[in-house]
């Protein structure tokens, strides 16, 4: 068994959250050999602090044509750098960054990729992954059958991030040809900067029991009594109600948060694709053979308009 390489991701210097999860499952694995991918312009300052999350060496593809991502120029920084370490597993977060460069990499390095993993354990000196399939109903286990390096791609907020306080060697990654013939122009911040439903660690998403658009006004304020990000089933989105980047779901934003709490949605097998791996699931629903119960933690037979109200008055005095 070889060390793992984490490709990190970053945006405008900041460290993703799910890449230090991606470190911290590495460093479990890999027993301390773990590098890191740091991509970018000006990127250099972060790259020491990954030392911190259990990267032994980071690599540095630093330049003006990284400044934003591009499939081509950042997947030619990633295989500099494993062509440098000869890491046996490559590892990325699932986010749509790495889901686009996962499989780019993969099919450069001429190996398969495990996509969207949500464990990983070692079987001799290969990595067997357990995925869900067939919305989030099943798990498959799976490997790359002999392949080397494994790419893998893990599902955010499902592994723990770990401060383990070591220090990282810093090596700049020289002469990267980055012939790019296409990259990203420009990112555009969510509405009023909201935290984005696929990093937060909490989640209250209304459904079409809230009956109206303004309503997402009660929504609001229960995610921001408990410093949450606001989600939705896509019934609401369909209808205007609020912004697509706010839909959890097949066809939306799968998410892992700590605590999620379902608001009026039926839970439907597209919704409970996206949200059923959230660590504690909260449903208030006034039918009490909603689907959305058979997933729950704990579960409110009521109307939301009722039990939301206290709860807010409840978390605010606490
Ligand atoms: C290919 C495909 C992809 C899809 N992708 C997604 C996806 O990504 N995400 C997604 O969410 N859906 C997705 N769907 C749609 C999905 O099938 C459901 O239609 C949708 O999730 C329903 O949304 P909902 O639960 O808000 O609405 P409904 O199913 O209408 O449920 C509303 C719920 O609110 C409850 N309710 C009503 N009034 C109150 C009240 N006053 N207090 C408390 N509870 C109340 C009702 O009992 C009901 O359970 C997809 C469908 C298809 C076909």
Redesign the pocket.
């Known amino acids: 068994m070889a060390g793992i390489l984490v490709f990190v991701e970053q945006r405008d210097g900041e460290i993703r959250k799910a890449s230090l999860q991606a470190l911290g499952e590495a460093h479990r694995l890999a027993a301390g050999e773990v590098s890191a991918v740091l991509v970018g312009e000006g990127v250099g300052s972060s790259a020491a602090d990954l030392g911190k999350y259990g990267a032994g060496k980071v690599f540095i593809g630093d330049d003006a044509n990284l400044k934003l991502y591009s499939a081509e120029g950042y997947a030619e920084a990633v295989i500099k750098a494993q062509e440098s370490c000869q890491a046996t597993a490559i590892f990325f977060s699932a986010t749509v960054m790495g889901r686009d460069l996962a499989p780019r990499v993969a099919a450069r390095l001429g190996v398969g990729a495990l996509a969207d993993v949500v464990h990983l354990e070692w079987d001799g000196d290969a990595l067997v992954a357990r995925r869900p399939v067939y919305s989030a109903k099943a798990f498959a286990t799976v490997d790359t059958a002999g392949q080397k390096p494994q790419v893998v791609s893990l599902r955010p907020n499902v592994f723990a991030q770990e401060e383990v306080g070591g220090s990282a060697e810093v090596i700049a990654l020289d002469g990267l040809a980055l012939a790019i013939r296409a990259m990203v122009k420009e990112f555009m911040a969510a509405e009023g900067g909201e935290i984005d439903v696929a990093e937060a660690n909490v989640i209250v998403s209304?459904?079409?029991?809230?009956?109206g658009p303004e309503n997402f006004a009660l929504i609001r304020e229960l995610a921001s009594s408990l410093g949450a990000a606001v989600g939705?089933?896509?019934?609401?989105v369909d209808a205007g109600w609020i912004d697509h980047s706010h839909?959890?779901?097949?066809?939306?934003k799968v998410v892992s948060p700590t605590l999620y709490v379902a608001?009026?949605?039926?839970?439907?097998?597209?919704?409970l694709?996206?949200m059923s791996s959230s660590k504690v699931i909260v449903a208030?629903?006034?039918?009490p053979d909603?689907p959305?119960f058979k997933v729950a933690d704990y579960g409110v037979v009521?109307?939301?308009?009722q039990?939301i109200p206290p709860m807010i008055e409840a978390i605010k005095a606490l």
């Open positions: 209304g459904g079409r029991g809230i009956k939705a089933s896509r019934a609401v839909q959890v779901g097949q066809t939306g608001c009026g949605i039926s839970g439907a097998i597209q919704h694709a996206g208030i629903n006034k039918d909603a959305i009521g109307d939301l308009f039990v």
